[in-house]
């Protein structure tokens, strides 16, 4: 099983940015589709955002399209969340997760098909 561990969470101003990591080890980090989610105080954790194994595809939430932006360097075994724009809705704890099977075959259901979750990193956005 995978370890992923984040990092690179804070507070911000609205309008600010941050760029947050997950470092992963101890499987083969391109045998992963990875995804990011978040959970915020009283709400379910929810899908933030996806790319698949080679980097060659990504897919996110209507929430966050067109500030978010998913990556990962497979050379490092690190996947990133670069996250512009910052509202206070935002504010959230942002977990990373991987998925074994190829995800964005279907896009179906990420919060069942992700796992290995890490720690989490805090996200909070000031207004």
């Known amino acids: 099983q995978v370890q992923l561990v984040e990092s690179g969470g804070g507070l911000v101003q609205a309008g600010g940015s941050l760029r947050l990591s997950c470092a992963a080890s101890g499987r083969t980090f391109t045998h992963y589709d990875m995804g990011w989610f978040r959970q915020a105080p009283g709400k379910e954790r929810e899908f933030v955002a996806a790319?698949?194994?080679?980097?060659?595809?990504?897919s996110y939430a209507d929430s966050v399209k067109g500030r978010f932006t998913a990556s990962r360097d497979n050379a490092k075994d690190t996947l990133y969340l670069q996250m512009n724009s910052l509202k206070p809705e935002d504010t959230a704890v942002y977990y990373c997760?991987?998925?074994?099977?190829?995800?964005?075959?279907?896009?179906?259901?990420?919060?069942?098909?992700?796992?290995?979750w890490g720690q989490g990193t805090q996200v909070t956005v000031s207004s």
């Open positions: 790319i698949s194994r080679t980097g060659g595809s990504t």
């Open positions: 997760a991987a998925s074994g099977s190829p995800w964005f075959v279907s896009q179906a259901d990420p919060l069942g098909k992700f796992g290995s």
